[in-house]
C-alpha cells in the first residue's frame, strides 16, 4: 500500500509541475507577455519598467525557474488592474463556484446513475427507450442553450426562479441543472456500461441460480462492484464541472471563478486568468489523486499491484 | 471483411432514427458548403429599419424574412446557414489536426516504447489534467481569437484523447503474429506503422474523432458565445444566440433558431457516432 502511495504521490507532484509548465508557455504563446500583465493603452515607458520589474529581461530558463519558484511559494502574482494579489481575487470567488459545482454533481449523480442502472437492467425492453433520450439530449445540449432556455421558461415567462445572481437557495437550482446536464449524460452511459459489465459474470449467474431475486443481487453485488469505474468517473467529471463553470456562470450572473474568467479576460487581468487555471487544474489533479487512492481502499488487486 | 464494407451491410439494416440522423446530418453538411447559393440574403447586410423583425416579416418591397431579423436588421436564416459552415469548418478542421497528432505520437509511443513510450505518455496525462475548455480559454485569451487561432487551440487541445486510444491499440496489435511475419520480411518502421498498424487500430479512433466531432461543435459556439471564438460580423451560433440573449423577452426567434439546429446537428453527431461505437466495438454491442 505505501509503495502504491508513495508512487501515485510521485506521480500527481510530477503532473502538477507539468500543468505549470504548459501554463507558462502558453502565456508567451502571443510572444511578448509584458503586454499581457500591463493596463489597454499603457505607454512603451511603463512597459519597459514593467518588463524589468518582472524579471521578463532574463533569459528564458530564469523565468521559468522564478516562475516554479514563485509557484511553490504559493506566490500569485498580483492583479495588474485591481492592484491586489490575484489569490485574494481568487478566493473570494471560490465558495461561489464549489457551492455551484456541488450542486451541479448531486444532479449528475443523482439523476445519472439510477438513468443509467435502469437502462442496464431493463435494457433492449421499451422503457430503455425514453431515458436514452434523456441522456443523449443531455450531451447534446450546449450548456449555455439550456441555461437560456430555462431562463426563458422558469425566469420570464414562469416567473418561478430568478434568473440570475444570487437571491437564495432558488437562484442555484437553474445553473445547477445547465451545469450537470452533460455530466449527468456522463454517469448514466458509464453506470450502464459498469453494470451490464458486471450482469454477465459468472457470480451473478450463480446468484441467480440458487433463487437470489434480480434486486438483491444488483443492489447487493452487482452495484458494489460497477462502482469502481463510477468513482474514477466522478473524479474526471469535477474537472469538467469546474471549467464548465466558465460557461454557466457567465450565463447566469453567477460571481464564481468562471465569471470571473472572463471579467479577468475582458480586463486583459491575465495574471488572475492564469491563477485560476492554475487553481482548477491542481484541484483536478488532487481530485484525481483522491478517487485513485479511493479505490485503493475498496478494490485490492490494485493496492497489491496485481492486474 | 473490410471496415468500409462492414459498415455498407450494417448501414443497410440500420434503423428508421439512424436513417433520419444521418439525413439530419447530411442537411447539415450541404447546408455549409452551400451557404452562399442557400441564403437568400447577404448575411452581413444590414438594414436599420428592419431591425427585429418576426420570422415570416415580408417588407413593403416584398422581401419575406423567413426566421425574421436580428438586432441590426440582418436577416437571421442567411446567417443561421452560415452560421453552419463556421461550425462545420472549425470541428473538421480541428478534429483532423488533434486526430493527426494523437494517433501518430500515440502509435510511436506504442511502438518504439522504452523511453519515447514514458515521454508521450507521461505528457498525455499532462495535457489530460487541464480541463480542455480552460486551457482553451486560456490560449485564445493570450493569442486573440479568430478562426485560425480557434482551430488550432482545439486541435492542439484535443490530441491527447486520441492518443491514449492509439496507443493501447497498438500496444495490442504489436504483440500479433503477422507484424511479426511482417518485420522479418524486411517492412521498415513507417511501412509497419501506416500499412498494418493503423488499419487495424483506425475503428477506435473514428468513434473517438466521432465524439470529438460532436463535442468541438459545442466548444466553437461555447466559445464564441464567450466572445473567444468566431469574431463579428462573421456569423456563428455561438455569436448569434448570444446576441440574442439580450432580446429573450422581445425576440425569441433570436435564440430558437440557432439554438434548435446547434442542438440537431450535435444530436445527430452523437447519435450516429454511438451507433458506430456499438459496430465497431464489439464489447459494447447490444446482444440478442
Request: charged share 15%; proline share 6%.
Amino acid at each position: 500500500m505505501l509503495r502504491y502511495l508513495l508512487s501515485r504521490l510521485l506521480q500527481a507532484a510530477l503532473t502538477t509541475f507539468g500543468v505549470m509548465t504548459i501554463v507558462f508557455f502558453v502565456m508567451r504563446l502571443s510572444g511578448d507577455p509584458v503586454l499581457l500583465l500591463v493596463p489597454e493603452g499603457a505607454t512603451r515607458e511603463h512597459i519597459e519598467t514593467v518588463r524589468r520589474e518582472l524579471g521578463f529581461v532574463q533569459p528564458i530558463w530564469r523565468q521559468y525557474l522564478t516562475f516554479l519558484g514563485g509557484l511553490l511559494n504559493l506566490e500569485l502574482g498580483v492583479s495588474v488592474v485591481q492592484r491586489v494579489p490575484a489569490w485574494d481575487i481568487l478566493a473570494s470567488r471560490i465558495p461561489y463556484t464549489l457551492a455551484l459545482a456541488g450542486a451541479a454533481l448531486l444532479v449528475a449523480v443523482g439523476f445519472g446513475i439510477p438513468a443509467g442502472i435502469a437502462m442496464a437492467i431493463w435494457r433492449g425492453r421499451w422503457f430503455e427507450r425514453p431515458i436514452a433520450a434523456l441522456v443523449v439530449t443531455g450531451q447534446s445540449m450546449p450548456t449555455f442553450l439550456s441555461g437560456i432556455l430555462m431562463i426563458m421558461l422558469f425566469a420570464v415567462t414562469l416567473r418561478w426562479l430568478p434568473s440570475s445572481g444570487v437571491d437564495g437557495p432558488a437562484s442555484v437550482v437553474m445553473p445547477a441543472i445547465a451545469l450537470g446536464m452533460l455530466s449527468m449524460s456522463t454517469f448514466a452511459r458509464m453506470a450502464r456500461i459498469a453494470v451490464v459489465d458486471e450482469l454477465s459474470k459468472d457470480y451473478v449467474r450463480a446468484g441467480l441460480a440458487r433463487g437470489l431475486p434480480l434486486g438483491k443481487v444488483v443492489t447487493r453485488h452487482v452495484l458494489r462492484n460497477a462502482a469502481i469505474p463510477v468513482v474514477t468517473i466522478a473524479a474526471l467529471e469535477t474537472g469538467n464541472l469546474l471549467a464548465g463553470a466558465i460557461i454557466v456562470e457567465t450565463v447566469f450572473a453567477w460571481p464564481g471563478i468562471g465569471q470571473l474568467a472572463i471579467q479577468a479576460i475582458q480586463s486583459r487581468d491575465f495574471l488572475v486568468v492564469q491563477a485560476i487555471v492554475l487553481f482548477v487544474s491542481l484541484v483536478y489533479v488532487a481530485v484525481n489523486l483522491a478517487a485513485d487512492l479511493l479505490y485503493a481502499g475498496i478494490d485490492p488487486r490494485i493496492r497489491l499491484g496485481k492486474p | 471483411m473490410s471496415l468500409a464494407a462492414n459498415l455498407r451491410t450494417r448501414l443497410a439494416r440500420a434503423p428508421a432514427s439512424i436513417i433520419i440522423m444521418a439525413s439530419l446530418l447530411g442537411a447539415f453538411v450541404l447546408m455549409a458548403l452551400f451557404a452562399p447559393l442557400l441564403a437568400p440574403f447577404d448575411p452581413a447586410r444590414q438594414s436599420l429599419i428592419q431591425r427585429l423583425r418576426p420570422p415570416g416579416h415580408t417588407t413593403a418591397q416584398g422581401l419575406t424574412y423567413l426566421m425574421g431579423t436580428d438586432d441590426l436588421g440582418r436577416d437571421l436564416l442567411s446567417r443561421v446557414i452560415h452560421g453552419a459552415r463556421a461550425s462545420m469548418l472549425v470541428a473538421v478542421a480541428s478534429v483532423s489536426v488533434s486526430l493527426l497528432i494523437g494517433s501518430a505520437l500515440g502509435m510511436l509511443a506504442g511502438w518504439r516504447r522504452g523511453w519515447i513510450e514514458v515521454a508521450i505518455m507521461r505528457f498525455v496525462d499532462i495535457m489530460l489534467s487541464i480541463p480542455a475548455i480552460l486551457l482553451a480559454v486560456l490560449a485564445v485569451a493570450v493569442v486573440g481569437p479568430g478562426f485560425q487561432t480557434l482551430i488550432l487551440v482545439l486541435g492542439l487541445t484535443r490530441w491527447p484523447r486520441y492518443a491514449r486510444v492509439a496507443y493501447a491499440q497498438t500496444l495490442q496489435v504489436a504483440t500479433l503474429p503477422y507484424m511479426r511475419a511482417a518485420e522479418l520480411a524486411g517492412a521498415g518502421g513507417p511501412r509497419l506503422l501506416l500499412r498494418h498498424i493503423l488499419p487495424n487500430i483506425a475503428g477506435p479512433l473514428l468513434v473517438v474523432a466521432t465524439a470529438e466531432f460532436g463535442l468541438m461543435i459545442l466548444f466553437e459556439a461555447s466559445l464564441s458565445f464567450l466572445g473567444l471564438g468566431i469574431q463579428p460580423p462573421t456569423p456563428s451560433w455561438g455569436t448569434i444566440l448570444s446576441a440574442g440573449r439580450q432580446y429573450l423577452e422581445r425576440a425569441w426567434w433570436l435564440t430558437a433558431f440557432p439554438g434548435a439546429c446547434l442542438f440537431l446537428l450535435v444530436l445527430s453527431v452523437n447519435v450516429l457516432g454511438d451507433w458506430l461505437r456499438d459496430h465497431l466495438d464489439p464489447r459494447s454491442r447490444p446482444r440478442g
